[in-house]
């Protein structure tokens, strides 16, 4: 048997998905990946099956559609409502602040701007969120290459999804039958250079400490660093969730923790300044990351997976409508 752990970085475990892919070890990557989801929430996945060029590719017309003027971007605003969470988003706009307690640190980091810009798409055809592109004409490419690739990072979804399910002794196609649509969506992310004093200060922020909504997230990250992961075990201690190589980031969100009744894990992180960064010139390296967010199709409604309640461990949840939890937390983001 192939050995799928391969290592971790500060306890976030990498694993090689071939195994998964050939058919030589699926229940062992199974195995795994649900014991990463279970006490982690995190796991690094090589050999996934996204094809690099693709990856590399995506993020070439991220860094050309940010680098566009302010208002040509604005050709393709984002709406007022957090709901229909497409297009363009300019620096500032979005604020994700929940798991903070302490109301001083809640005033601090509400004042302290998230200095990020981002581009939202999902499928073309979605009749609950359709999509804002550029007009006709501008940055011919950028479309095209954008729903090229929401469609293979769902055909990697889809994938993950079928370990897990066996990882959680379900029928492998358990998990995908409810995320058929499907109602995912692709974020663009730019993180521009800022004085590296004033993020440390807490005067500006990257993206603060927040779980994702969804089912999962596939995180491609370029190399500039800067992620970070709570433990679990140790709420408030982050450790860096350092960029590797080949590999992407798949991590679990608040819906499927909550179907899960609580079995795995939706693990708060965010984007600070890498640490032990030095700069000539004071200023923090830009960041350029593009998340895959994954969430159950809107029509669908979940109750707590099998297997995952019991007399002694009861269901901590009602069943509920994708559609009514995703989009509860998207009105609270804008
Ligand atoms: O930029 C990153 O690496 C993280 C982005 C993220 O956590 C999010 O968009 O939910
Ligand atoms: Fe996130």
């Known amino acids: 048997m192939s050995d799928v752990n391969i290592g971790d970085v500060q306890g976030i475990p990498i694993i090689d998905f071939a195994p998964f892919i050939d058919g030589s070890n699926k229940q062992g ?21 996204l094809p690099k060029e693709k990856i590399d590719e995506m993020f ?54 998230d200095v990020k810009e981002s581009f939202e798409c999902g499928r073309e055809d979605s009749e609950h969120m359709p999509n804002i592109w550029l007009p006709e004409g501008i940055l011919p490419g950028f479309k095209e290459t954008c729903l090229g690739f929401f469609w293979a990072c769902y055909k990697v979804e889809l994938t993950i999804l079928r370990a897990l399910a066996l ?10 039958q409810f995320h058929a649509a499907p109602d995912n969506q692709l974020r663009l992310l730019h993180y521009p250079s800022v004085p590296l004093s004033q993020l440390k200060n807490d005067e500006i922020a990257r993206i603060g400490a927040h779980s994702d909504f969804g089912s999962l997230t596939m995180l491609m990250q370029d190399n500039a660093g800067g992620l970070e992961v709570e433990n679990p075990n140790r709420p408030g201690e982050f450790t860096p969730a ?23 894990k939706s693990t708060v992180h965010r984007v600070r300044a890498p640490p032990n960064l030095v700069s000539a010139d004071g200023m923090t390296p830009e960041r350029y990351s593009i998340p895959y967010f994954s ?40």
Request: hydrophobic share 35%; proline share 6%; glycine share 6%.
């Open 29 to 49: 990557v199974a195995d795994a990946m649900y014991r990463s989801f279970r006490d982690v929430g995190f796991v690094y996945l090589v050999n996934h099956g």
């Open 60 to 113: 070439d017309w991220s860094k050309k559609f940010f680098a566009q003027p302010m208002d040509v971007k604005q050709l393709a605003p984002h709406p007022p409502s957090g709901t229909h969470h497409r297009g363009y988003s300019a620096p500032g706009i979005e604020k994700v602040s929940q798991h903070v307690y302490d109301s001083d640190e809640i005033t601090k980091i509400r004042n302290a701007p």
């Open 167 to 176: 990882g959680l002794h379900l029928s492998e196609d358990y998990l995908v």
């Open 242 to 264: 350092t960029p590797i190589e080949g590999s992407i980031i798949v991590n679990a969100g608040d819906f499927l923790m909550r179907w899960s009744n609580d079995t795995i």
């Open 295 to 334: 969430s159950a199709d809107y029509t669908k409604t979940v109750d707590c997976l099998p297997g995952t309640y019991s007399a002694e461990n009861p269901k901590k949840y009602e069943a509920i409508s994708a559609k009514q939890y995703i989009w509860q937390r998207l009105a609270a983001t804008y």
